[in-house]
């Protein structure tokens, strides 16, 4: 369906060419107003009761919003041309800028999966001292609260809302969801005259709440990244405008919420292990909440404790965890969409400039209004989770014709996770294509940028031939190094890399095929009618359990990308000639096995016999008939009965 956009020049401080901007989207575009917020207000009114009308404007979306309220209509797509865009130094045109950001914005976003999460304001505060009784105060009108303290301190003199004593062993959980298990368990005996008192102390009490405010000061929290798990909040006592926010914060956790459902699955894809042996253990390793936990021979995901950082989702091998929200393929979409639309409008050798929705965002503002802003060449895009923005992710955008690619880090961002998958990307795209940014403030931002420092002075070219990759992550990445290496044939990656090959000492392999039967991917197989390893090392995903559980160690693993037909073909990495059964010449086994292994039994007592010997050198089937027919053949039993007829019935009747 046709969109028009409707355009501000914000009091003339940017120029934008209306026209132009229209010719090469292929859309409306109307030309720009100077206060569409204010004196021009009815123009955004009539946009709005029109439809399909996507605002460039996301500072004034309080406004508009209220004004399609009054006007009964939903409320519009909004789009930032000016902070992005308008707002620069750089005296480039923003043409090719401006309908790469506006392409984007026109692109059909999937709808994010969720689900409800109901909390009956079940809270459970920790803590001792006066602020925690104070905090219980003020909640108990709108949670139903239960203070857990210190028995060894005074009980108070109240009813208003539950006291307990006891120490917290462990808790687990998240909002709506939350299990706690105490030990010495006292509970207040609500009769009696004088002070108030305890029941006995009972150790292994369970139980269960919505919402946990923890007000122990110095202690360590109750969670890992205790600031992402949701119904979870702390504060330290001695700080009374911390605690203020927490208790503001937790009397609204009362109803139903939407948790959004971040990550995807596929457990027939996992590599995490195979019959008990540990393999793949990437996303358990960067999980920071505890939320990815091992299932059997594959992984689980809480999606109620998952917060959503995507780190797990670039690192997987395999793609049995992938980024949802939004999915991995709609964010290749808006990288290609970015380039295609920067180059069709007759912009040269753009610049991707990735970040997150808030930090991000907030520095780019800043730079445009207090600072040179970004420089014409440089294209934001926002995402959700910056850590879920990984190699192939880079890589797609380098040939899709970006020439370099940066990630503006923030604060709470799990840089570690990120730099191990820009170092992938750069080993695989080249170093001085894809940085990352740590500045302190947006002027350092923009001066990184516009210094052209990221890049040693000069930025590199974009790559001749743009390509759009299709498929998984891991195809994607192929055939965007193809595109970025067109003459190499294999690139040497670190170690740790999920690219690879695997080589085999052929003086130590004895063919057991161990390895075969537990490769998680398939990369490692067998050849039914010949004793042979074969490999396809596109399959391969350099996870270690071939090399983990191989009885001579004579597995290594190789990380590398080759880029040749060679990797998607199986080839043979060790074979031995076969043994042909004695008795019928079958083929079976290794001959070199079974020399091996009857020679060392040769002298044994058990093997005296050279009939015995000799049923080692035959097939399975040559073998059973050979020790059915045997002397002493433990297979054999008691005479069978002869079958018993009329005449011996017969015989034995006294009439006969």
């Known amino acids: 369906m046709a969109k028009t956009l409707i355009t501000c020049d914000c009091e003339g401080s940017q120029s934008i060419d209306s026209a132009a901007l229209a010719d090469t989207l292929g859309h409306a575009v109307t030309p720009p107003c100077s206060a569409l917020c204010t004196r021009q207000i009815d123009r955004a009114a009539a946009a709005l009761t029109a439809g399909d009308a996507i605002f460039c404007c996301t ?27 308008g707002w620069s130094d750089d005296p480039a045109s923003k043409l090719p800028k401006m309908s790469a950001l506006a392409s984007e914005a026109l692109l059909n976003a999937p709808l994010e999966k969720s ?167 990437n996303c358990l390793d960067l999980c920071p909440t505890g939320a990815i936990t091992p299932d059997g ?64 965002s907030e520095m780019i503002r800043l730079s445009a209004r207090h600072g040179r802003g970004l420089p014409a060449d440089v294209i934001p895009m926002a995402l959700p989770a910056l850590a879920a923005f990984g190699h192939a992710e880079a890589l797609a955008a380098l040939a899709a014709g970006f020439a370099g690619v940066s990630l503006l880090l923030g604060p709470k961002s799990d840089r570690e996770a990120i730099e191990t998958q820009i170092a992938l990307a750069r080993a695989i795209g080249g170093d001085a294509r894809v940085q990352l940014i740590d500045a302190p403030d947006p002027d350092a931002m923009s001066d990184t940028l516009y210094d052209g420092t990221l890049y040693n002075g000069t930025v590199p070219a974009p790559v001749a031939s743009p390509v759009r990759p299709m498929g998984t992550r891991r195809q994607i990445t192929r055939q965007a190094a193809r595109a970025l290496h067109p003459d190499a044939d294999v690139l040497p990656l670190p170690a740790g890399a999920p690219y690879g090959a695997v080589v085999v000492d052929s003086d130590a392999c004895t063919l057991c095929l161990s390895c075969v039967s537990l490769c998680p991917s398939g990369a490692l197989g067998d050849n039914p009618d010949l004793p042979q390893l074969r490999f396809q090392e596109d399959a391969c995903l350099q996870c270690g359990l071939c090399a983990n559980i191989c009885p001579e160690d004579a597995i290594t693993l190789a990380p590398q990308l080759n880029l040749t037909g060679a990797a998607l073909e199986q080839r043979v990495l060790h074979e031995e000639e076969p043994f042909p059964c004695v008795e019928c010449g079958t083929l079976f086994g290794v001959k070199s096995t079974i020399d091996r292994i009857t020679d060392k039994l040769r002298n044994h007592s058990m093997f005296a016999d050279e009939g015995k010997l000799r049923m080692i050198q035959m097939c399975d089937d040559c073998r059973i008939n050979a020790q059915y027919h045997s002397a002493n053949n433990p297979l054999a039993g008691a005479e069978r009965p002869r079958p018993r007829t009329t005449d011996d019935y017969l015989s034995k009747r006294r009439d006969h």
């Open 115 to 281: 689900l409800d999460v109901t909390s009956e304001g079940l809270c459970l505060i920790l803590g001792t001292g006066e602020a925690a009784v104070q905090a219980a105060h003020q909640l108990k009108d709108h949670l139903a609260v239960t203070l857990l303290t210190d028995p060894s301190q005074p009980l108070p003199d109240t009813r208003a809302f539950d006291v307990i004593g006891g120490t917290l062993r462990k808790a687990k959980g998240a909002l709506g969801h939350f299990e706690v298990t105490i030990d010495a368990l006292r509970q207040v005996v609500p009769g009696g005259r004088g002070e108030l008192t305890y029941t006995a102390p009972q150790d292994g009490a369970i139980s269960h709440c919505d919402v946990i405010l923890d007000m122990r000061g110095q202690q360590p929290p109750l969670f890992p990244a205790h600031e992402k798990r949701e119904g979870y909040l702390r504060a330290d006592p001695a700080h009374p405008p911390a605690v203020a926010a927490a208790v503001l914060a937790a009397s609204h956790l009362v109803g139903t919420f939407e948790q959004p459902l971040y990550v995807r699955t596929e457990p027939l894809l996992c590599a995490h292990s195979r019959a008990g042996q540990t393999a793949c253990t």
């Open 297 to 360: 021979d594959h992984v689980s995901v809480d999606p109620m404790i998952c917060a959503g950082c995507g780190a797990c989702s670039a690192a997987c091998p395999s793609g049995a965890i992938s980024y949802d929200a939004p999915p991995v393929d709609f964010t290749m979409l808006r990288v290609q969409t970015l380039a295609r639309a920067y180059l069709d409008a007759g912009g040269t050798a753009p610049r991707l400039l990735v970040h997150d929705d808030t930090f991000g």
């Open 59 to 85: 500072q004034e979306s309080r406004v508009f919003t209220e004004l399609a309220e009054e006007l009964g209509v939903a409320p519009p797509p909004l789009l930032d041309l000016r902070d992005r865009a």
